[in-house]
């Protein structure tokens, strides 16, 4: 069966580094998603992606926040300057394009702690 | 934007009882209302969803229902097992489009044995 892998699955980085967590998504997959969940906090969206440019971002992805589809495959976010408060578990998701499935596949996740 | 309530944060329930799972919706426009079930380590995975032009959807030991008028819907699990004790999220968005999940705050499920 089909599924969302990430890499790494814990990556561990000096505050003002910075950090890119790597997706592959679904294959037939277009649409593309970042979340994070903080420890014990419920599952935030931080930004969506569609065509090769953002659909749409939350209030977490500022400036410091990117993603890019560097290739046909790879889907990847970089956290150009790291903060401790980044500390979370980052979920990649993929969707197909048919508007009558609307389900979103996540991956295992990337737990990034910033020391 | 919308935001989503999610009742109990915790529930611990006997093997073979029911569960109940309760969430709130703000955004009248939102009509996809799928469930998660996050295990210890893993990615949330979808278990059961629902669309707002249906009341009630049923998949073995698991059913959604959904009132829009009250924007609520809930997660009834029958005849729980072990295996079933993990955090579940409700969450909510707009079909067909590219918007985000926007997700309750969980529940943890415990099964007693």
């Known amino acids: 069966e089909p599924e969302v892998t990430q890499t790494p699955s814990h990556q561990v980085t000096q505050m003002g580094q910075e950090v890119i967590l790597r997706c592959v998504p679904i294959?037939?997959?277009?649409?593309f998603y970042w979340y994070r969940q903080i420890l014990g906090q419920k599952v935030e969206f931080l930004v969506s992606f569609y065509n090769n440019e953002i659909s749409e971002k939350s209030e977490i992805f500022d400036d410091q926040f990117s993603v890019e589809r560097p290739d046909g495959s790879n889907f990847t976010l970089k956290i150009r300057s790291t903060k401790l408060e980044d500390s979370a578990m980052y979920f990649c998701?993929?969707?197909?394009?048919?508007?009558?499935?609307?389900?979103?596949?996540f991956g295992p996740g990337t737990r990034l702690t910033v020391l | 934007g919308e935001n989503v309530e999610q009742h109990p944060s915790t529930l611990s329930v006997q093997e073979g009882d029911s569960a109940v799972i309760k969430c709130t919706y703000s955004d009248s426009a939102s009509n996809y209302f799928p469930w998660y079930k996050q295990e210890l380590g893993k990615g949330p995975q979808l278990i059961i969803d629902i669309r707002s032009n249906v009341g009630e959807k049923k998949d073995q030991r698991i059913a959604v229902t959904l009132n829009k008028t009250a924007k609520h819907f809930s997660l009834h699990i029958t005849e729980t097992q072990p295996e079933d004790s993990a955090v579940y999220f409700c969450?909510?968005?707009?079909?067909?489009?590219?918007?985000?999940?926007?997700f309750g705050s969980g529940t943890q499920l415990t099964v007693l044995p």
């Open positions: 998701a993929s969707r197909e394009t048919s508007g009558a499935n609307n389900e979103q596949f």
């Open positions: 294959s037939n997959h277009l649409y």
């Open positions: 969450a909510a968005t707009i079909s067909g489009s590219a918007r985000q999940l926007t």
